[in-house]
C-alpha cells in the first residue's frame, strides 16, 4: 500500500490584532491511496486550514506535507494541479457566474498549456457526461444550474486533470438532503472507479460515517482521537469524540434530545487552554487534566489524547481487540 | 399536559401564496399548533416552508400576496389586523428566530441595545430595566458573562453565541408563539443539542407553543409533537411525530428518509436512497399532485384530483395510493 497524504508536525499561526491564533497546532497523519480519511469537528477547529496546507493554498508555519512522497512546497502549481484538486462548500460561489459550465471545466486543461482544443473539448465532454451533466447544460450559466448540477460541475472540474487525491471541504453542507445524497453517491463512484484517494471534512458525522474509511478528529487544531472509522464510530475513546457522537440526532421519534455536557464554552484558538486543551469543556476531567499534555496514546491504529485512555488500558484494548476480530 | 383540549394558540386554514402570477410556492396549506406543542414543518428548499412562516408575521417581500381562509392566533385573524396591530404582536406575543444569526442581527448595535429594544417598544420598560431582563435571558440561554456580552457587537460573538442572542431576545417580551426558521442550520452538532434542549426545557416551563421550520429529519423525529411534510407548496403527509416515523406512507417523505444517512449503519458500499429530480416552481392554477414527475409509483391518474388517505387517527397524506401501499410494494 502507498502513502498519498504525509502530514509531519504541521502548524499554523495566524497573527490578528496582536494575538497569535494556532488554528493548525502540531497534525500527524498519513492517508494511503485509495483511503477516504474524514476530519470532523466543531467550526473553528481548523479543519479548513488544514485542508488549505494540504492543497498547498496556504504555507505551513512549521512542519509539512508529503503528497506521493513529494514536498507540495515548491512545487510547480500545475504539476500540483495534476496531483491535487479541492471540491468546496458553496457552489454557488466556488463556479465563476460570467462563464459558461464548458469553460469552466475546460480551465484547467486549458492552464496546463499542451493540449490540443480537441482534445480538451473531448475530455470535457466526458467527465461532465459521467458526472451526470447532460450537453446542453455544459452550454449554460452557473445561474441556470441548481445547487446539486452545480456541485457535479465543481467535481467535474476536480477530476478533469484525473488527479491522484482530492479534498472535498464541506461539500454536501450546502445540499438539500435528496441532493446530499446524489452527490455522496457520486462521489463513492469515482472514487471506487479512479481509485482516487479522499479527504473528505465535515461536521456531518453521519455523512463521515458513510463515506470514510479512516476518521481524524479535529479540536482546537490538533487531532484528538484517529482511527479506523468502524471503530471511531463503535468505540470512541476521546470523551470529546464521544460528545461529538451523542450529539448527533438521530431520526428516531421518542429519544429526545441528548444533553451532551459541554457547557456553553466555545473553543478559542487565540487561547489554547493548558494541560489537555479540551480540559475546561471535558465532563470527565480531573486535577491532573490541567497541568498534563496529553500524547496520542492506545492501539496503533486507533489513537486518542487523553490521559483517560492511559488510566484504562482495558478500554483500549477492546478497541484493538474489535479491529483484530 | 393534554395539548388538543384547548383552542390552537395558531391556526392555519388553507394558506395560499403568490408571487404574482409566475409562481404560487404555497398551495393550500393548513396547520394549527397548541399550547405547549412543537410542530414541526419539513421539506427541502424551495418547498415553501419559510414563505409560510413569513407570511404569518405578514414580512413577505413585496410582490408576494397571501390569502387564506384564516390565520387565527387564538380568537384574532391576523388576517384582518393593520400593519400597526401587527407590529404590535410581532416580537411580542408572536416572536420569530431566523436561520442566519449573522445577518438578522444588526451590525451597527450592542446586543445589549437591540435586546433592550425589544422591551422598550412593546413594554415602555425603562432601557435599565430592559437591560437587567436580557442580561438574565442571557445567563438563561447559556450565555456566559451576560454582562459582558451586552455591550458587545454581534461580530464578537460565535456563531452558537449570535444563535443564543436570537433566542433571548425572541423570549424578552415572554411569547406565546415563537417560530423558530432552520434555528439550528448553521450550527455546530453540540452547539445544536444545546440549543434544542434550551427550546424544550423553555417550552415546558412556559407553555410556549413552537412551529419549527427544518429540513433535518433527525432534528425533527426529537423535538415535535406533530409533523408536516410539505413539498411544492402542499402539506403531502402530516401526523403525531410516532406514527408518521412509524408509517411513513407519502412517497416522498419515504425519500427523504432514506437519503439520510443511518449513523451507527457503518461505512457501506451501498448507496444512498435519492430523489431524482428537483422541485419544480408551480404557476397558480396547478392541478393534482406536485410530486409526480419525480414519483417511483406515479400514473397518469397523479395529474387529476388527489385524495386524503388517512392510515391512522390524525395522520393524513395526500396520494392515490392507499394506506399499506407500502407493504405491497415491499
Wanted: glycine fraction near 8%.
Amino acid at each position: 500500500m502507498t502513502i498519498a497524504i504525509e502530514v509531519t508536525n504541521l502548524h499554523r499561526r495566524f497573527e490578528q490584532r496582536g494575538r497569535v491564533v494556532r488554528a493548525v497546532d502540531g497534525v500527524n497523519f498519513t492517508v494511503n491511496t485509495g483511503e477516504v480519511l474524514g476530519i470532523v469537528g466543531e467550526s473553528g477547529c481548523g479543519k479548513s486550514t488544514l485542508a488549505r496546507l494540504i492543497m498547498g493554498l496556504l504555507p505551513p508555519s512549521e512542519g509539512g506535507v508529503l503528497v506521493e512522497g513529494r514536498a507540495l512546497a515548491g512545487m510547480d502549481r500545475r504539476e500540483r494541479a495534476r496531483l491535487i484538486q479541492p471540491i468546496f462548500q458553496d457552489p454557488f460561489s466556488s463556479l465563476n457566474p460570467r462563464q459558461r459550465i464548458r469553460d469552466i471545466v475546460e480551465l484547467p486543461l486549458a492552464a496546463q498549456g499542451h493540449l490540443s482544443a480537441s482534445v480538451r473539448r473531448a475530455r470535457v465532454t466526458e467527465i461532465l457526461g459521467r458526472v451526470g451533466i447532460s450537453p446542453d447544460m455544459a452550454e449554460r450559466l452557473p445561474a441556470q444550474l441548481s445547487g446539486g448540477q452545480r456541485q457535479r460541475v465543481a467535481i467535474a472540474r476536480a477530476l478533469v486533470l484525473q488527479p491522484r487525491i482530492v479534498v472535498c471541504d464541506e461539500p454536501t453542507s450546502a445540499l438539500d438532503v435528496s441532493v446530499q445524497a446524489q452527490i455522496l453517491n457520486l462521489l463513492a463512484e469515482l472514487r471506487r472507479e479512479l481509485n482516487l484517494t479522499l479527504l473528505f471534512i465535515s461536521h456531518n458525522l453521519a455523512v463521515v460515517e458513510h463515506i470514510a474509511t479512516n476518521v481524524a478528529v479535529m479540536y482546537l487544531g490538533r487531532i484528538v482521537e484517529q482511527a479506523p472509522s468502524a471503530e471511531l464510530f463503535r468505540a470512541p475513546a476521546h470523551p470529546y469524540t464521544q460528545a461529538l457522537l451523542a450529539s448527533v440526532l438521530t431520526p428516531e421519534p421518542g429519544l429526545g434530545i441528548p444533553d451532551v455536557g459541554l457547557g456553553p464554552t466555545a473553543p478559542d484558538p487565540s487561547n489554547i487552554p493548558r494541560g489537555c486543551r479540551f480540559h475546561p469543556r471535558c465532563p470527565k476531567a480531573f486535577a491532573d487534566c490541567a497541568v498534563t499534555t496529553p500524547e496520542m496514546r492506545g492501539h496503533e491504529r486507533h489513537g486518542a489524547e487523553c490521559l483517560l485512555v492511559a488510566d484504562q488500558p482495558d478500554a483500549v484494548k477492546t478497541a484493538g481487540q474489535l479491529l483484530l476480530g | 399536559m393534554n395539548v388538543s383540549s384547548a383552542a390552537p394558540v395558531l391556526d392555519i386554514a388553507n394558506l395560499r401564496i403568490a408571487f404574482g402570477m409566475r409562481a404560487e410556492p404555497v398551495r393550500g396549506l393548513s396547520l394549527s399548533i397548541h399550547r405547549g406543542e412543537t410542530h414541526c414543518l419539513v421539506g427541502e428548499s424551495g418547498c415553501g416552508k419559510s414563505v409560510s412562516a413569513l407570511s404569518v408575521m405578514n414580512l413577505l417581500a413585496k410582490g408576494a400576496t397571501r390569502s387564506a381562509d384564516h390565520i387565527r392566533f387564538h380568537q384574532q385573524d391576523l388576517l384582518k389586523l393593520s400593519e400597526r396591530e401587527m407590529a404590535r404582536l410581532r416580537g411580542d406575543k408572536i416572536a420569530m428566530i431566523f436561520q442566519e444569526p449573522m445577518t438578522s442581527l444588526n451590525p451597527a448595535y450592542t446586543i445589549g441595545s437591540q435586546m433592550a429594544e425589544v422591551l422598550e417598544r412593546h413594554r415602555r420598560a425603562p432601557r435599565r430595566q430592559a437591560l437587567e431582563k436580557a442580561a438574565d435571558l442571557l445567563a438563561r440561554v447559556g450565555v456566559t458573562a451576560p454582562g459582558m456580552r451586552l455591550g458587545q457587537y454581534p461580530h464578537q460573538l460565535s456563531g452558537g453565541l449570535r444563535q443564543r442572542v436570537m433566542i433571548a431576545m425572541a423570549l424578552m417580551c415572554d411569547p406565546e408563539l415563537l417560530i423558530a426558521d432552520e434555528p439550528t442550520t448553521a450550527l455546530d452538532v453540540t452547539v445544536q443539542a444545546q440549543i434544542l434542549r434550551l427550546l424544550l426545557e423553555l417550552q415546558q416551563e412556559r407553555g410556549l407553543a413552537l412551529l419549527m421550520i427544518t429540513h433535518d429529519l433527525g432534528v425533527v423525529a426529537r423535538m415535535a409533537n406533530r409533523v408536516s411534510v410539505m413539498y411544492a407548496g402542499q402539506v403531502v403527509e402530516s401526523g403525531p411525530v410516532q406514527p408518521l416515523f412509524a408509517a411513513p406512507s407519502h412517497p416522498y417523505t419515504r425519500g427523504l428518509l432514506a437519503c439520510i444517512p443511518v449513523p451507527g449503519n457503518g461505512q457501506s458500499a451501498a448507496p444512498l436512497g435519492s430523489i431524482p429530480g428537483t422541485v419544480p416552481r408551480l404557476a397558480p392554477g396547478f392541478t393534482g399532485c406536485g410530486f409526480h414527475d419525480r414519483c417511483l409509483h406515479a400514473t397518469p391518474d397523479c395529474t387529476g384530483a388527489i385524495p386524503t388517505q388517512s392510515p391512522s387517527q390524525g395522520h393524513d397524506y395526500l396520494c392515490r395510493l392507499t394506506p399499506g401501499w407500502t407493504k405491497e410494494a415491499a
